[in-house]
Structure formats: C-alpha cells, structure tokens
C-alpha cells in the first residue's frame, strides 16, 4: 500500500484551499484590512484538509457528487474550525507553539492579540457559512450547525483541548486518553463525515454507519500523530517533532508502546472500514482517506 | 426620569440568568467539571443583560410576548456571545483586566488557557442554543445564525475589538472612532433587536426599524460607557474607572469634551425614539431601556 494521498485528496485540496481564501478575503470595507491578511496567511496554511475532504467523500458514499458545489461551504465551514483552533492552541498560554506547518504560527508571524481575535472570527465565519450556504434546505442547515457547533464546544472539540492542556505531567489511562483525543480530535473529524452525509440527504442508518466510522478514524489519526512525534523529523511534519514527549503528555506510544501503537492503528482502520460494510464503492474515497490517514508519513 | 432600569429590566434579568445557568451547566459526563465551573463563573458574573433584553423588547414590540418561552434560547445564544468577548477582551494580550464588574476577570480567576477555551467553547454554545431553539421554524434560526455570526465576526465585533487595539496610543477621527464602536458593540445590539424581530416574525420594514434603532442605542451606549469612564467611580462601575484614558484610547469625551460627549449621547437617544414611531404602545419597552441606557449610571 502506498504511503501517497488517494488522487480524490490532492484534486479536493486546491479546490478547498482556493475556496477558503474566496471566503476569507472580503470586499467589506468597514473589515479592517490588517485583520483580513492574519485570516489569509491563517488560509494558506498548507494543511492536509482532511476534515474537508472527509466531509466531500462522506457525501459521494451517500451517493451525492464530490464536487457538487453545494458542499463548499460546509467544506470550508469544517476547516475554519479547525484553523482557528490551531491558531488557539498555538498561544503561548496554551502549547506555546512557534511553528505550525513549517511557517510561523500565527501568534508569532504577527502578534498575541491578533491570533486570538482571528480565531475568534474564523469560528463565526464557520457558522455563518453554514447559515447561507446556498443549494440546501434550512433543515439541513440547521442540522449542520448543530452538528459543528457540539463538535467545536465544550462538549467536543474545545473540552479536549482543555483536558489536554490539564493532563499534561499527568499518568492517565488509556481509557482517558481516548476520551480526550475523541473530544480534541475525533469529534470534529466525526461532524465533518455526518455534514457531508446530511448534504447528500443521508438516512439515520448511513449517518450512523459515518459516525462510527469517524469514531475510528478519529482515534486512528490520533494514534499515528503520536507514532509521528516520535517518528518523524521536525523537516517532513513542519512542526517541531519530539514536541510532545518534551512536554511531557500523555501519547498513546508512552501508554502501549511504539509496537503497540501501530498495532492499534491497524485495529481501528479495520474496524472504519467495517463501518463501511453496507456501503457500496461510492464509500471508496472513505475506505482510501481512511488507509491514508493509518499510512501517512507526515 | 429616573436613573433606575425600567421594570421590564428587572424581570427579564433574573429570567436570564438563570436560564444561561442551566444552559451552561452540563449533565454531559464527558465534558469537564473544571471547565464548567468556569464557564458558570462567567454566566454568573452580574452583567446587566442588555442584549437579551433588547432581543425580548424587541420581541414584544413587534407584537409577541416577552415571557414567551421560545426567546430563551436567543437571548441566552445573544449574551453567550457577549460573555465570551468580555473573557477574550480582558486576556493580557487584549485590555489586560484583573476586574470584571467587581470580580477577578476568568484569567484571574482561573488561568489564561482556561480563559480563551471558555471564551471558544461560549462562542460554539450560542450557534449551537439558536440550531436548536425549540418552537421555532428552521428558517427563522438559520436567519438569527446569520445574523449572529456576521454580528459577531470579523465584520462586526471581532472586527471592531481589531482596530479598538490598534488605535491604542493613535489620535483617530470621530468617523473612525463611531466605526469602531458600530462594529465592537453596535453590531451584536443591532443583532439581538433583529433576533427578537425575527422570533416574533417581524416584517422588512419592522427589522428596518429595529435596525436604526439598534444603530442608534449601540453607538448612545459606547458614549455614556466614555462618559462613565470619565466620571463614573470604580466601585460603581466594577470595573477599573479612568481605565480607557489611561490605556490612552481614543473616547468620546476626548474628541468631543465631556459636555459634547453628552450632547451626542442625548441626540443619539431623540434619532433612537424616532425610529420607532411607527410602532404602538407595545414598544415602550424599547423606548424605556433606551432612555436607561443613557442615564444609567454604572
């Protein structure tokens, strides 16, 4: 098995990132223009867009087309979510983090104030994406919103974060661990599958069928980032490797070992594609997104 | 007239409060006890609610109830928004408060990762309170999202909270000094009248009002805020008096004196009134709480 991203990643990605400047850049001239570039560079961050692709490729399992342009929005909308709270976590009274893909994190390319307040701005940018975006019903909007807004909360994504932030110089068990990377990680990853499922009219069935799926490769993606901290060098991840271990959290190659680790990746990417049993090969892009997330070097 | 607030105030406080208690409060197991007693430190925090009350003045104005339980959700997702840019607005990167209406500010209270995840997980909570407002149609929710999250962005309060900390030390003019304040505190007003119209299924031209309305009383309130700040003692305000003349940002009472300062702040209040002419007796609500906001004195 190649360690290359699917095709369907690399033709969604440029869609995506393009797609995100449109929405960030603004003609609004009461919109100071300072503000506008912090949110640009924040854009053109040169992430994997998983969560976005996950989302396009949750819809084309439901039988929906991946480049519908209905699901740009939602795209964007999921990532938005995720860049911000990159931006936030980066701050230095959170992981203090002066890298981020190879570029200055935000916070340090311009300044403290700057990257709490794009932050603050790209998460309500999400919602009002998803409150106008266009070709769906107000149903389905709202069904969206609600999805990402319980992923990015206290209850999903920031209740992670916080938990994370506690537990570090702390022994947990693999039972905790697992419960903060499926709030930190897992929850947003699971809202962007069942947003992608809702744009294509999915049943409960299918939106279940998504949700456990994410369930895996949420923690799946979590397990080989801690495999790649140890792994990697700072060069291919664009982050400082090693960087976990210095501070002292918890990972899942402290709890299990490296062996261990990688052998629990491969568990959970079986059971994601098991999730995918009643799907036909419209849920192949899922199956390869979910091999790519297990087999990435990066 | 007097100084006290009208008694639609008083009630509708309490009713607030307590109700953004309950919606912060989780029985969610998975979400910390640590970030939501923190969280709850903040709904807790003695605020005037002017926002929510507005959303339910504006509620009745247009001809619904302001007991009306269906206003709940709003209101809450309205000061929500509000609470989470007073905690992002303290952190030592932004205004570096200690003291928020006569308590430690969050970061005080607790420490600066917890203040800006409570500030994030606040700002999901509101998006994810309007999705999911029970007795409400999902066109009108999708529109208060939209309203609210332009309001709360980039182009509104986000956007506004920018240039407030870049015109720090600056000398800028009173056309400048009036964008600044539309968007930091008159767009999210302006969002909750327009909320409140949309509950009660306001007409275009009804939202048109409230608009005016809302532009009128946003800009009155940041003007008696430069007043008070000015003249106001601490242990009134809660807040530390003289505060924005130290930081040396540009005020009202600066570009205009403080006997010009008031002046502005009485003709702000007579264009306000005016806008609601064509509503009956059912907007004397908003005509009270608009003349409090101009003679209040904390």
Redesign the interface.
Known sequence: MSHAPPDFFNQSQQRITDALKGVVA?E?A???A???DA?LYSADNGGKRIRPILLQAAALAIGGESDDMRLDAPACAVELIHS??LI?DD?P??DDDDLRRGKPSLHRAF????A??V???L???A??L???APGL???Q???M??A???A?????M??G???D??STDCTISITQLQ?MH??KTGALIKASLRIGGIAAAANDAQLQALDTFGDCIGLAFQVVDDILDVEGDTATLGKTSGKDTEANKPTYVKLLGLAGAKAEAQRLLESALDALESFGDSADALRDIARYIVQRDH
């Open positions: 603004t609004d009461t919109v100071s300072a503000l506008t949110s911000y709270s936030h701050l009274a959170m300044d403290e104030a700057t709490i307040l932050g603050d701005g998460q309500a940018k919602f009002e998803l409150a106008c019903s107000a149903q909007r709202v069904s919103i609600e990402l807004s319980v990015a909360g206290c209850a999903g920031v209740g974060q916080f938990i932030i506690q419960n499926s709030l």
